[in-house]
């Protein structure tokens, strides 16, 4: 791709038509606001049809003030920025709130509220637009031909394409790309999720932005026409045929429609003997056939049909290795928690109870666990274990009742307070980000225990940070027994692996408190041993483990006692030898004896 970059600049010193570089040059505008849709939509899972207003206010504010007022095209880029960048700020608050169909019906409305603001206001010259913008002057040459501004388009773009892979290969890019994990599992890890998705919301804002004060200087006119909901819907066609999970795929899906629309516009006409809007007819059936044979958009394509018959290169965000694993050598020991004197109270759950309506699901429930102590939690299938699992953890609020952590009442605070409280947790049905690397899915776990942002991760000041909270996932890796497969897709792990990498992901949290939501489903007899190795290992180290699990083998052999609930009741607490011959228990399960 790269080749690619270098081979786009030397067209503007070689003889080829000043056509050409009119599509390099909208080529490389498109392909900026589809980069903010591809980290926007296809990393951090948000769907916007709203992208092309943001270029218009990047294009208004510059227009505005270089023609209104006369001031410089690069005080027009602040300017555009600071507004876009506010205007992003204000609609990402209200429209991240929604999720499912809500979200992009969110964006199409105020999408269509802002080209009707820019067509009535007076300021703006109302639909018939803003004209004699001056043209961009840089180091006393002004660049007023597309092939003056071609270069400062090109090095824009390249400039982007490498911030956003710095910004994906760093702590707070692994929180973005966490967002597709699931809100749950993000937040567990400590991650501020509304946070994440405002910042994703709000940089490809920006980058729209970016792209509307180089169509103003470029076009050295605006009006509201390019700023509708159908350029929107465009510029998120290109980010999803391009690749919209890849960030190279911007590029390669602004190019394709590009190219595509203008071949099309030249040739329709000359086989159908008319002139019409043929093109977005017969583009879109030629994308739905495109979609259908490569579901994931082009640039996939591209790279398998590359590297046909040689191995991937790496895991990183960009294609090589993650940062930290690049960097080894920087790496320095995290700061770790000091775990409470064995026997001291940790946990305290009083009187818990939670209701769906008429359904208790949790009836009343109290019971307590000690540093060093592992307490398994059983019961028949519905009896209400996992429900109560997410009133701890913070996932669900309490009806009634109290929770106590380390001595603090904590029933309805978010599961990422809990987690920088040391309480860390696994799934009953495993989460995990599949497309990520092993050890970067366990780096997510160490979240809290890093500090740099996203702009550290931009300008590359996070290498040192990188490199500590990649040694510590690989140290819970190894202690797990998967530091063999840290560079491999955590897809591709068998269920029982996937289970054990999330026990490492939240051991990565430097726990107090380890909640295990059925660890050994799915894992052999042997992996169960060393499962419990490693638990029996934890204990020793003073961390606390609650533990939901079914294998009654397992259970027994492991926990210093078992609380035993059905249909959302406590029925029995006790050492295991005491719950095995224990009347009630027995009953639950088996439906009474003789």
């Known amino acids: 791709m790269a080749l690619w970059l270098l ?53 208004y504010a510059s227009a505005v003030l270089t023609t ?18 506010l205007a992003a700020a204000a609609l990402g608050a209200i429209t991240m709130r929604l999720s499912g169909h809500y979200l992009p019906l969110g964006t199409i409305a105020w999408g269509l509220s802002l080209f009707y603001l820019f067509g009535n206001l007076e300021l703006l010259k109302k639909f018939d637009g803003i004209t004699g913008i001056p043209a961009i002057s840089l180091f006393g040459f002004d660049l007023h031909a597309g092939r003056h ?27 973005i790309r966490a967002l597709k994990g699931g809100v749950v599992m993000a937040e567990s890890c400590g991650v501020n999720t509304a946070r994440t998705k405002l910042l994703a919301f709000v940089l490809a804002a920006a980058l729209a932005g970016l792209s509307g004060w180089l169509y103003a200087h470029l076009q050295r006119a605006v009006n509201p026409t390019p700023f509708g909901l159908n350029a929107g819907i465009g510029y998120l066609f290109m980010a999803v045929v391009g690749g ?32 019409g809007n043929f093109e977005v007819i017969v583009s879109g059936m030629i994308l739905i056939l495109l979609l259908q044979r490569a579901p994931g958009g082009l640039w996939p394509v591209l790279v398998r049909l590359a590297q046909r018959g040689l191995g991937r290169s790496g895991n990183g965000a960009d294609g090589r290795p993650p940062l930290g694993l690049r960097f080894p050598g920087a790496a320095q020991p995290l700061a770790r928690r000091s775990q409470p004197a064995t026997g001291s109270p940790v946990l305290d759950v009083r ?18 666990l000690n540093a060093g102590e592992i307490v398994g939690l059983i019961g028949p299938n519905g009896a209400g274990k996992s429900t109560l699992f997410n009133l701890i953890s913070g996932v669900l609020p309490l009806t009634a009742g109290e929770v106590h952590f380390m001595g603090e009442r904590v029933d309805g605070q978010p599961s990422r307070k ?27 776990g160490a979240h809290l225990r890093g500090h740099k942002g996203w702009l550290a991760g931009v300008l590359r000041l996070n290498r040192t940070e990188e490199a500590s909270l990649f040694a510590e996932a ?82 027994m052999g492991l926990v210093d006692r078992l609380v035993v609930m059905d249909f959302g009741t406590r029925i029995a607490e006790g050492e295991p030898e005491a719950i095995r011959y224990n009347p009630a228990v027995i009953e639950a399960y088996l439906g009474g004896v003789e």
């Open 244 to 275: 919209a999970g890849h960030v190279w795929g911007a590029l390669a899906g602004a190019a394709l429609m590009t190219l595509l629309g203008d071949w099309l516009q030249g040739l329709l006409p000359q086989l159908l003997g008319q002139s």
């Open 149 to 175: 501004i071609y270069l400062l388009i090109w090095a824009i773009v390249a400039l982007s394409v490498v911030a956003v892979l710095h910004l994906l290969d760093s702590r707070t890019g692994r929180t």
């Open 474 to 555: 690989r140290t819970q890796l190894d202690r797990v027994g998967l530091g063999e497969a840290a560079t491999r897709e955590a897809g591709s792990l068998a269920l029982g692996q996937q289970r054990i990498l999330e026990i490492a992901r939240a051991l990565a949290c430097d726990p107090v408190l380890l909640l295990l939501d059925e660890p050994a489903a799915g894992l052999r007899h042997q992996e169960k041993l060393a499962l419990a190795a490693v638990l029996r290992q934890l204990r020793s180290e003073g961390v606390s483990i609650l533990l939901v699990e079914h294998d009654m083998d397992f259970v």
């Open 351 to 368: 009187q818990a109870r939670k209701a769906f309506g008429g359904l208790v699901a949790v009836n009343d429930v109290s019971f307590a």
């Open 68 to 85: 209104a007022y006369g001031a410089s095209p690069w005080i027009g880029l602040l300017a555009a920025l600071a507004l876009t960048v």
């Open 7 to 59: 081979a786009m600049a030397a067209m503007a010193f070689l003889p080829v038509p000043e056509f050409w570089i009119t599509l390099a040059n909208y080529i490389g505008l498109y392909s900026l606001v589809a980069l903010g849709l591809v980290l926007l939509t296809g990393i951090a899972g948000m769907t916007s049809f709203g992208q092309a207003a943001f270029v218009g206010i990047g294009a």
């Open 418 to 444: 809990l987690a920088a409280a040391g309480m860390a947790r696994t799934f009953q049905h495993v989460r995990l980000l599949p497309a990520m690397s092993v050890i970067e899915n366990v780096a997510i």
